[in-house]
């Protein structure tokens, strides 16, 4: 059975860091590329971070580059999240992901979803 399970979320003064980590169970984990993404209440998944397998090439959204890190540990089958510089509206259920497709698609059409992990980011 597929698992994504993460780990890491809690609270956080604004400033501060955070480190979420992914344990992915799935056959040639290797062959997917890793994504985090995340959700408030009442909107859409928004794309946070990506990192293409072959490569290890990284994308970010606008407003995390330069204060969050994706990596990932393919002998670990792990996916991390490093988190620093946290602000209030960084506050949102981070899920993992992976996909073999790149670049990363829309939430919805991804081969590998977790169940979340909530951050919350206090001023």
């Known amino acids: 059975q597929v698992q994504l399970v993460e780990s890491g979320g809690g609270s956080a003064q604004a400033g501060g860091s955070l480190r979420l980590s992914c344990i992915v169970s799935?056959?040639?984990?290797?062959?997917?590329?890793g994504a985090w993404f995340r959700q408030v209440p009442g909107s859409e998944h928004e794309f946070v971070a990506a990192?293409?397998?072959?490569?290890?090439?990284?994308r970010y959204r606008d407003s995390v580059k330069g204060r969050f890190t994706i990596s990932r540990d393919n002998a670990q089958n792990r996916l991390y999240l490093q988190m620093n510089a946290l602000k209030p509206e960084d506050t949102a259920t981070y899920y993992c992901?992976?996909?073999?497709?790149?670049?990363?698609?829309?939430?919805?059409?991804?081969?590998?979803r977790g169940q979340g992990t909530l951050v919350t980011v206090s001023s």
């Open positions: 799935v056959r040639a984990w290797n062959n997917y590329h």
């Open positions: 990192i293409r397998w072959s490569d290890d090439i990284t």
């Open positions: 992901a992976g996909d073999r497709t790149w670049p990363i698609r829309r939430y919805t059409y991804l081969e590998l």
